[in-house]
């Protein structure tokens, strides 16, 4: 590899790193080639993309970043999985395919500056979607504000029932 090409490399990375949410390094030694193709594709149908480049030009992308702690991971042949969207579905799709081809071993990942350990990463990839996670969260943030309504229109509620009992009877005792 020429050294313009190495620098191309390693900026194209950086890029990639920048944009991130979250990486899953993976040890990609004794797949196939029809299944990393497969692998790839499955990464970037949820949105994310599986690159593999030499440790140290890998390195040398991560200095100074937010996925500088990374750097323990770089031993023996190794894929970064990035995630720009949702890092639980990232995680998912990691550990899915970690699952079906065992060659595709999980070292760990970075989250918000974080390392995640590998089981952190099956931990992460258990989590409902976030959208359902955003849903629970209105669910929770709602029911006070609807116990508080009930509580308001329970007085004109008990009100209402009694003038209508009333009537009813005052209808009954005219007959």
Not at 29 to 46: F, H, I, P
């Amino acid at each position: 590899m020429k050294r313009a090409e190495k620098i191309r490399t390693v900026e194209f990375l950086q890029g990639e790193l920048g944009q991130a949410t979250v990486a899953v390094l993976a040890d990609n030694r004794g797949l196939t080639a029809v299944q990393m193709n497969r692998v790839r594709k499955a990464v970037r149908e949820a949105n994310g993309r599986f690159r593999v480049s030499k440790n140290r030009l890998t390195r040398r992308a991560l200095a100074g970043g937010r996925y500088q702690g990374m750097e323990t991971f770089l031993r023996g042949p190794t894929a970064v999985i990035l995630g720009f969207a949702d890092p639980i579905s990232i995680a998912k799709v990691a550990v899915r395919l970690s699952e079906e081809y065992p060659k595709l071993e999980i070292k760990g990942a970075v989250l918000e500056g974080q390392i995640v350990e590998p089981a952190g990463v099956k931990a992460l990839a258990s989590l409902p979607p976030r959208e359902v996670l955003l849903a629970q969260l209105l669910g929770v943030l709602q029911a006070p504000a609807a116990q508080l309504l009930r509580t308001l229109n329970e007085p004109a509620a008990r009100l209402a029932r009694l003038v209508d009992a009333l009537a009813r009877r005052a209808e009954g005792s005219v007959s």
